[in-house]
């Protein structure tokens, strides 16, 4: 490695003044951030029974699964260790916190027109609503905000844009339109991004938790829904605060972007160096469209756990559209039964326990 540096220099001091005058930008976010050890972490202080679930909605199968999971490998076993505390993965969207956080996300960042447009932001929108999307924008752009309501170009704005999104889940799967979600949000910095999920949050934990019909205008047949409103998960919670409290090195993958996973996460204890969401480049302080890999979807999520992890967890939740992540190691393993043979079919051949959705949280207060 010296010499290679050495050779560096060496051409570098030969190199005329114009050629040097210019250094290249660096990217800060072009390989994972380093994650420090679970010993190093703050644990929290354990407030009740470790291995009791008194939340509702668990199967009697599964909750007593999980509890002794807490009381066979969690930190009253004279076994445990700190140097190699055992995993819990658990994934977030619609899962642990119900909706999918980086989807409500997008519906307030189109709703406001709160991008950084530019010619890179545009090439992002699919060509087939491209031109009439930013014909909508320059209209009711220079209207009052408080008339976008009702203006006929903002609504079909929206529905360019949720169109635009709908398109790529159709044309291009899952990882596609769920990584294009995080990379409109180019041209914002790491700290104005994290500042506008956390915001986002806050207000979408109060708002009303529905799915929205998006149309064009009033008579439009063809409505795409989004979702508004996010809620916790109080069971998830509860678990989630049981393995932390008995010594587990818990994960949380998201298919929504890092800044709004961190911040979810962060709601049930979770420390934000063991959340992996959908992360761009950063240059010069301000977010790319290009996608560090891993991402957490489908078979990234299992490939994240090799990257970030490198052990297998004793413990997965998730559902059959991160089937991979379940699949990947052994431990106990729960699927949310979301009523498809299939993955259900597949679960009980494998010996994981089927979970149905859980009950969602109240509204929260300001």
Same mark, same amino acid.
């Given at each position: 490695?010296?010499?290679?540096?050495?050779?560096?220099?060496?051409? /570098?001091? *030969?190199?005329?003044?114009?050629? $040097?005058?210019?250094? $290249?930008?660096?990217?800060? /976010?072009?390989?994972?951030?380093? &994650?420090?050890?679970?010993?190093?972490?703050? &644990?929290?202080?354990?407030?009740?029974?470790?291995?009791?679930?008194?939340?509702?909605?668990?199967?009697?199968?599964?909750?007593?699964?999980?509890?002794?999971? !807490?009381?066979?490998?969690?930190? %009253?076993?004279?076994?445990?260790?700190?140097?190699?505390?055992?995993?819990?993965?658990?994934?977030?969207?619609?899962?642990?916190?119900?909706?999918?956080?980086?989807?409500?996300?997008?519906?307030?960042?189109?709703?406001? /027109?709160?991008?950084?447009?530019?010619?890179?932001?545009?090439?992002?929108?699919?060509?087939?609503?491209?031109?009439?999307?930013?014909?909508?924008?320059?209209?009711?752009?220079?209207?009052?905000?408080?008339?976008?309501?009702?203006?006929?170009?903002?609504?079909?704005?929206?529905?360019?844009?949720?169109?635009?999104?709908?398109? *790529?889940?159709?044309?291009?799967?899952?990882?596609?339109?769920?990584?294009?979600?995080?990379?409109?949000?180019?041209?914002?910095?790491?700290?104005?991004? @994290?500042?506008?999920?956390?915001?986002?949050?806050?207000?979408?934990?109060?708002?009303?938790?529905?799915?929205?019909? *998006?149309?064009? +205008?009033?008579?439009?047949?063809?409505? =795409?829904?989004?979702?508004?409103? !996010?809620?916790?998960?109080?069971?998830?919670? @509860?678990?989630?605060?049981?393995?932390?409290?008995?010594?587990?090195? !818990?994960?949380?993958?998201?298919?929504?972007?890092?800044?709004?996973?961190?911040?979810?996460? /962060?709601?049930?204890?979770?420390?934000? %160096?063991?959340?992996?969401? !959908?992360?761009?480049?950063?240059?010069?302080?301000?977010?790319?469209?290009?996608?560090?890999?891993?991402?957490? =979807?489908?078979?990234?999520?299992?490939?994240?756990?090799?990257?970030?992890?490198?052990?297998?967890?004793?413990?997965?939740?998730?559902?059959?559209?991160?089937?991979?992540?379940?699949? +990947?190691?052994?431990?106990?393993?729960?699927?949310?039964?979301?009523?498809?043979?299939?993955?259900?079919?597949?679960?009980?051949?494998?010996?994981?326990?089927?979970?149905?959705?859980?009950? *969602?949280?109240?509204?929260?207060?300001?």
């Amino acid at each position: 490695m010296w010499w290679a540096l050495a050779a560096y220099f060496s051409l /570098a001091s *030969i190199q005329p003044k114009s050629a $040097q005058a210019a250094p $290249q930008a660096k990217s800060e /976010a072009t390989r994972p951030r380093r &994650r420090p050890r679970y010993k190093d972490l703050k &644990r929290p202080r354990r407030t009740g029974p470790p291995e009791i679930l008194r939340e509702a909605g668990w199967k009697p199968e599964v909750k007593k699964a999980l509890e002794t999971l !807490v009381f066979e490998k969690g930190d %009253s076993n004279r076994n445990y260790s700190a140097e190699w505390p055992p995993v819990a993965v658990i994934v977030l969207d619609d899962i642990a916190f119900a909706h999918h956080s980086g989807e409500v996300a997008f519906l307030r960042l189109v709703e406001r /027109a709160e991008f950084r447009f530019n010619d890179a932001w545009w090439k992002r929108i699919p060509a087939d609503y491209r031109d009439r999307a930013r014909r909508d924008y320059k209209r009711f752009s220079e209207r009052s905000e408080s008339t976008w309501q009702h203006d006929e170009d903002w609504l079909d704005w929206r529905k360019q844009l949720f169109s635009s999104y709908d398109l *790529i889940c159709r044309r291009e799967g899952r990882r596609a339109c769920r990584t294009w979600l995080t990379s409109v949000m180019t041209g914002y910095t790491e700290a104005e991004c @994290e500042a506008y999920m956390r915001e986002t949050v806050d207000e979408a934990l109060r708002e009303p938790f529905r799915f929205e019909e *998006i149309r064009a +205008h009033a008579g439009d047949e063809k409505p =795409i829904p989004a979702p508004r409103g !996010v809620r916790r998960v109080p069971a998830m919670q @509860e678990l989630v605060k049981r393995l932390l409290e008995s010594g587990f090195d !818990v994960w949380a993958l998201s298919s929504s972007n890092q800044w709004v996973a961190e911040i979810v996460a /962060a709601r049930y204890g979770i420390d934000p %160096s063991r959340v992996v969401g !959908v992360r761009t480049k950063v240059l010069n302080q301000r977010l790319q469209t290009d996608i560090i890999d891993p991402v957490p =979807i489908g078979p990234g999520t299992a490939e994240s756990v090799v990257v970030f992890i490198g052990r297998d967890p004793a413990l997965v939740v998730s559902d059959s559209s991160d089937i991979e992540v379940l699949q +990947h190691g052994k431990g106990l393993r729960v699927g949310i039964d979301r009523g498809e043979p299939q993955f259900n079919a597949r679960a009980t051949d494998k010996g994981w326990l089927l979970q149905p959705p859980l009950p *969602i949280g109240s509204p929260e207060a300001e």
